[in-house]
C-alpha cells in the first residue's frame, strides 16, 4: 500500500524558509514522479512543483527562483525547501503520487508565514 507522509511544516515569518519532505513507502519510488500541491483556505489545490523520476522539476510561477523540490531515491523521500516565504504561500502543502490512474495523497503539513 502506497503511503505518503509529510513533515516540516510550521510557523514562519515572512522572508523565512523551511524545508519540507515527503517520505513514500509502497511503491516504486524512484519511477514516479512525485508533486507537491498546496491548499489555502477556501481555496482550490494548486500544483506547486514537481520532480521527475529522473529529477527534471517544475514549478508553478508564484514561487520559481523561491522553492527548489529534489529528490533522495535512496531514501524515498522528496524535499521541498521554500525561502523567501510570503503570506500567501500560507497553506496545507500535501505531496503526491499518481500511479496507474490512481493519485495517492499524504495527510498534509500546515505551513503559515505571518509576523
Known amino acids: 500500500q502506497v503511503q505518503l507522509v509529510e513533515s516540516g511544516g510550521g510557523l514562519v515569518q515572512p522572508g523565512g524558509s523551511l524545508r519540507l519532505s515527503c517520505a513514500a513507502s509502497?511503491?516504486?519510488?524512484?519511477?514516479?514522479?512525485i508533486r507537491w500541491f498546496r491548499q489555502a483556505p477556501g481555496k482550490q489545490r494548486e500544483l506547486v512543483a514537481a520532480v521527475t523520476s529522473v529529477g527534471s522539476t517544475n514549478y508553478a510561477d508564484s514561487v520559481k527562483g523561491r522553492f527548489t523540490i529534489s529528490r533522495d531515491n535512496d531514501k524515498n523521500t522528496v524535499y521541498l525547501q521554500m525561502n523567501s516565504l510570503k503570506p500567501e504561500d500560507t497553506a496545507v502543502y500535501y505531496c503526491n503520487e499518481h500511479i496507474s490512474g490512481v493519485n495517492y495523497w499524504g495527510q498534509g503539513t500546515q505551513v503559515t508565514v505571518s509576523s
Open positions: 509502497g511503491s516504486i519510488f524512484r519511477i514516479n514522479t
